[in-house]
């Protein structure tokens, strides 16, 4: 890990439902916030048509297609992976959530250090929208 690679947060992962909430820096994303309450980080969850599997395995290959990831554990409804910036190594925390009753995925990405990510964590989000509509 480089030097500005920080610590993996503790509050990771699915919990009644629900992922974990937005930190209060503008460095991170999430589609479980309320849009009026906090339109900062609100960003839509990503839709899909069809079968739900399909769906989510179509996400897994676009996800560990990318530069520069690593997919630290995939569960049938629950994807985390970690993205390293290329010139100084800090690391975003991304988090998938597939709600099959909602018919949605949800979304989570932050920065593990700083204050700015200068709109990386939303564009990598709306890229990996971009890629799903596609297919």
């Known amino acids: 890990m480089g030097l500005f690679s920080g610590t993996r947060p503790d509050n990771l992962g699915v919990h009644d439902g629900r992922l974990a909430p937005p930190k209060r820096t503008p ?5 479980q916030v309320d849009r ?30 990318m530069p520069r990831v690593k997919v630290v554990q995939s569960e049938p409804n629950y994807l ?3 993205f390293t910036s290329k010139l100084m190594g800090f690391i975003d925390d991304t988090e998938f959530y597939l ?17 700015r990510d200068f709109g990386v964590n939303r564009e990598r989000i709306e890229y990996i929208r971009a890629k799903l509509a596609q297919r």
Do not use: C, M
């Open 27 to 31: 460095n991170n994303v999430n589609s």
């Open 36 to 65: 009026n309450a906090d339109p900062e980080h609100y960003i839509e969850p990503l839709r899909y048509r069809g079968d739900a599997r399909k769906a989510w395995e179509t996400l897994h290959n676009i996800v560990s297609g």
């Open 80 to 82: 985390y992976a970690e």
């Open 99 to 115: 709600d099959e009753k909602a018919g949605v995925i949800h979304v989570r990405s932050a920065s593990r250090l700083g204050r």
